[in-house]
């Protein structure tokens, strides 16, 4: 298994590309199921998932094509990938496939609005607290589905004539049940209203190419979605919106080491919560052309309380990096997580380097060290594992980090990416 050797204390500097939303591409991938027609996605990062999502699709019969682009001389590698489901050949996600990533799950939703029916495992994914569906099968159920658990799959079919569109809301926000209720309702009979509906970027994006394809949505990133079905779906091409948390974490990587670098192909509004706690913390942040700069010279990083929200609050795919800066703030902060109950795995981690934190139910209580030192930790989850790598930067001498295929899931090019920043970073192959 690949390991990450970093080697902590230089300040980062230069340019760093950010890649498509991952969170994105991997709902738009999904959305290829509803029509016979060709969907394009162009920006689509090289990632694990995504690769993991392109198996589990060619089981449903989509057909796919990859283009990779060297784009600009900065190379991006943005890729542009064809995806054509003709006729849908097999309704059933198989375990092994499904086990391997919650957010395949989701084929769930364009499966039965298009098929009628869908036999779809019951998910894996990070073991970030116990991640229930209960949320997808009470909405779909509102669509007029019938939903049965039977050996730890989901049978789902739906009425005669296809799905009814209902008002539904949920008592819970999720951007997973959101995104499928969206899509299953696409090609549903009849009006569904969303409510308590996600408001995450990525369920806009996904909205925006549901249009593309001849979808009538409207409300997307508010609160309250409006579906009109239609019969059916077309092509289109869409270009995926760019990566706010790996944006934010290399943000917040720059706010810890100190340095100047200039995010390039993203977008500050995507994550203004986290752009506004990391200038509390002394990070100088302002727009430029294509992305925006983030800089710290000099003064140090000042402790900031957050607590995690659904979006527009403070990402809790950006608490465990978010933790990591605050392990060298000077003084005493708090990280409270609302969203996932078991996402602070990455404590005793930090604590190998020297970080000083307590746990107390859902916050997390950090005592700025002034120095971090470099120690063999290993990876548990996405995010978890970047907070990392963030707080090796930083740290004196060497940091080792196992287990990094939780990284490869979510971060495109890491160590090229930092490296070319100045940070000392390398992939050792065993
Ligand atoms: C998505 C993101 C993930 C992010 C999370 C929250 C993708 C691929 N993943 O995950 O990176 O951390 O949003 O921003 O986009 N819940 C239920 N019942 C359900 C579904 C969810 O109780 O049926 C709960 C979850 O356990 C969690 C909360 O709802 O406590 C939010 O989860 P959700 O928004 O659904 O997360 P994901 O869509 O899986």
């Given at each position: 298994m690949d390991r990450i050797r970093i080697v902590g204390g230089n300040r980062l500097n230069g340019t760093i590309p950010i890649s498509g939303a991952k969170n994105a591409a991997l709902p738009l991938m999904i959305a290829s199921l509803l029509t016979s027609d060709t969907l394009t996605l162009e920006n689509v990062p090289h990632l694990a998932d995504v690769e993991q999502l392109m198996r589990i699709l060619g089981n449903h019969g989509v057909d796919i094509s990859v283009n990779g682009r060297r784009e600009r001389q900065s190379e991006v590698y943005s890729r542009t990938i064809h995806f054509t489901c003709r006729t849908i050949v097999d309704t059933t996600a198989p375990y092994d496939l499904v086990s391997k990533m919650?957010?395949?799950?989701?084929?769930i939703g364009p499966l039965l609005a298009r098929e009628g029916k869908a036999r779809v495992s019951l998910p894996g994914g990070c073991a970030i607290g116990t991640r229930p569906v209960d949320l997808f099968i009470e909405s779909l159920q509102a669509l007029g589905a019938d939903m049965e658990i039977d050996g730890g799959y989901i049978n789902a079919t739906a009425p005669k004539g296809g799905l009814v569109g209902a008002s539904y809301t949920f008592p819970k926000v999720s951007v997973g049940a959101t995104h499928v209720l969206m899509m299953a309702a696409t090609l549903a009979r009849g009006t569904t209203v969303i409510g308590n509906a996600a408001r995450e970027p990525e369920v806009v994006d996904l909205a925006t190419c549901l249009n593309s394809m001849g979808a009538r949505i409207t409300g997307a990133g508010t609160s309250t979605i409006t579906i009109e079905g239609v019969s059916s779906l077309s092509g289109a091409r869409h270009r995926v919106l760019p990566d706010r948390i790996e944006t934010g974490t290399y943000a917040m990587a720059v706010a810890m080491t100190g340095g100047d670098v200039i995010l390039e192909d993203t977008d500050i509004h995507l994550l203004d919560n986290a752009v506004e706690a990391l200038r509390r913390a002394g990070a100088t942040i302002e727009p430029v052309e294509r992305g925006f700069r983030v800089a710290r010279n000099g003064n140090g990083i000042k402790p900031v309380d957050v607590v995690t929200e659904p979006y527009p609050g403070f990402p809790t795919d950006l608490q465990a990096q978010f933790m990591g800066l605050m392990t060298r703030a000077e003084g005493v902060s708090h990280v409270t997580e609302t969203i996932f109950e078991n996402r602070f795995m990455h404590v005793q981690e930090l604590a190998r380097l020297g970080a000083k934190i307590s746990l107390s139910g859902q916050t997390a209580r950090i005592e700025g060290v002034e120095q971090l030192r470099g120690a063999p930790v290993m990876a548990t989850d996405l995010r978890a594992s970047v907070s990392l790598v963030i707080a090796g930067l930083a740290a004196e001498g060497e940091t080792m980090v196992s287990r990094v295929y939780h990284l490869d899931r979510g971060f495109e090019r890491l160590e090229e990416k930092l490296t070319r920043c100045g940070a000392i970073v390398e992939r050792i192959r065993d």
């Amino acid at each position: 298994m690949d390991r990450i050797r970093i080697v902590g204390g230089n300040r980062l500097n230069g340019t760093i590309p950010i890649s498509g939303a991952k969170n994105a591409a991997l709902p738009l991938m999904i959305a290829s199921l509803l029509t016979s027609d060709t969907l394009t996605l162009e920006n689509v990062p090289h990632l694990a998932d995504v690769e993991q999502l392109m198996r589990i699709l060619g089981n449903h019969g989509v057909d796919i094509s990859v283009n990779g682009r060297r784009e600009r001389q900065s190379e991006v590698y943005s890729r542009t990938i064809h995806f054509t489901c003709r006729t849908i050949v097999d309704t059933t996600a198989p375990y092994d496939l499904v086990s391997k990533m919650r957010a395949s799950f989701w084929v769930i939703g364009p499966l039965l609005a298009r098929e009628g029916k869908a036999r779809v495992s019951l998910p894996g994914g990070c073991a970030i607290g116990t991640r229930p569906v209960d949320l997808f099968i009470e909405s779909l159920q509102a669509l007029g589905a019938d939903m049965e658990i039977d050996g730890g799959y989901i049978n789902a079919t739906a009425p005669k004539g296809g799905l009814v569109g209902a008002s539904y809301t949920f008592p819970k926000v999720s951007v997973g049940a959101t995104h499928v209720l969206m899509m299953a309702a696409t090609l549903a009979r009849g009006t569904t209203v969303i409510g308590n509906a996600a408001r995450e970027p990525e369920v806009v994006d996904l909205a925006t190419c549901l249009n593309s394809m001849g979808a009538r949505i409207t409300g997307a990133g508010t609160s309250t979605i409006t579906i009109e079905g239609v019969s059916s779906l077309s092509g289109a091409r869409h270009r995926v919106l760019p990566d706010r948390i790996e944006t934010g974490t290399y943000a917040m990587a720059v706010a810890m080491t100190g340095g100047d670098v200039i995010l390039e192909d993203t977008d500050i509004h995507l994550l203004d919560n986290a752009v506004e706690a990391l200038r509390r913390a002394g990070a100088t942040i302002e727009p430029v052309e294509r992305g925006f700069r983030v800089a710290r010279n000099g003064n140090g990083i000042k402790p900031v309380d957050v607590v995690t929200e659904p979006y527009p609050g403070f990402p809790t795919d950006l608490q465990a990096q978010f933790m990591g800066l605050m392990t060298r703030a000077e003084g005493v902060s708090h990280v409270t997580e609302t969203i996932f109950e078991n996402r602070f795995m990455h404590v005793q981690e930090l604590a190998r380097l020297g970080a000083k934190i307590s746990l107390s139910g859902q916050t997390a209580r950090i005592e700025g060290v002034e120095q971090l030192r470099g120690a063999p930790v290993m990876a548990t989850d996405l995010r978890a594992s970047v907070s990392l790598v963030i707080a090796g930067l930083a740290a004196e001498g060497e940091t080792m980090v196992s287990r990094v295929y939780h990284l490869d899931r979510g971060f495109e090019r890491l160590e090229e990416k930092l490296t070319r920043c100045g940070a000392i970073v390398e992939r050792i192959r065993d």
